[in-house]
T-cell receptor, first 112, second 113 residues
Framework: NAGVTQTPKFQVLKTGQSMTLQCAQD?????MYWYRQDPGMGLRLIYY???????DKGEVPNGYNVSRLNKREFSLRLESAAPSQTSVYFC???????????FGPGTRLLVL | QKEVEQNSGPLSVPEGAIASLNCTYS??????FFWYRQYSGKSPELIMS????GDKEDGRFTAQLNKASQYVSLLIRDSQPSDSATYLC?????????????FGQGTILTVHP
């Protein structure tokens, strides 16, 4: 039982490049979330998926898109990376009926 | 006003002391409150959840909730150097059933020997 996994662990992009951050969970959780964490800002919600086939915007969705590929996987795409998207990205999942979110190890993204 | 605010840090306490971490929130309808611990370079991990007014104890940790004052706190008794981390207060906000968490900015705690 790996919990929540994220790939890659670290990525460097040039401004304008695109990439997809991958997240998968093996806990059969319905809800999944993408956050970004910047120094002194806590975690801010980018997008979430309450269940397979649904996605909704969070607090800071601009510049991102998401796909809930199936119940296990929830990906985050940056179509044209900007230096302001330099951050640590965390994926989380939550079981139906529970409120505890379980976090992946994070992806550190640097946009030059 | 931020939806969830934590007391500004960093907080430094000697080993064996009580560390007190505070958090206020703006959504009066919030019902669920969490404290996460985050070691440097790691992901947040849940250490306490609280849903009712009063105190909830778990080992050296005590969470306190006062919904009238919109205030939640975390006390760490007999602080250890291994407690040195960033502590994040999180609140389920927005009145949805989707469990959206709003986080405070975090308080860095350092426990020195």
């Amino acid at each position: 039982n790996a919990g929540v996994t994220q790939t890659p662990k670290f990525q460097v992009l040039k401004t304008g490049q695109s990439m997809t951050l991958q997240c998968a969970q093996d806990m059969n959780h319905n809800s999944m979330y993408w956050y970004r964490q910047d120094p002194g800002m806590g975690l801010r919600l980018i997008y979430y998926s309450a269940s397979e086939g649904t996605t909704d915007k969070g607090e800071v969705p601009n510049g991102y898109n998401v796909s809930r590929l199936n119940k296990r996987e929830f990906s985050l795409r940056l179509e044209s990376a900007a230096p302001s998207q330099t951050s640590v990205y965390f994926c989380a999942s939550r079981p139906t009926g529970g409120e505890t979110q379980y976090f992946g190890p994070g992806t550190r993204l640097l946009v030059l | 006003q931020k939806e969830v605010e934590q007391n500004s840090g960093p907080l430094s306490v000697p080993e064996g002391a009580i560390a007190s971490l505070n958090c206020t929130y703006s959504d009066r309808g919030s019902q669920s409150f969490f404290w996460y611990r985050q070691y440097s370079g790691k992901s947040p991990e849940l250490i306490m959840s609280i849903y009712s007014n009063g105190d909830k104890e778990d080992g050296r940790f005590t969470a306190q909730l006062n919904k009238a004052s919109q205030y939640v706190s975390l006390l760490i008794r007999d602080s250890q150097p291994s407690d040195s981390a960033t502590y994040l207060c999180a609140v389920v906000t927005g009145g949805t059933s989707y469990g959206k968490l709003t986080f405070g900015q975090g308080t860095i705690l350092t426990v020195h020997p």
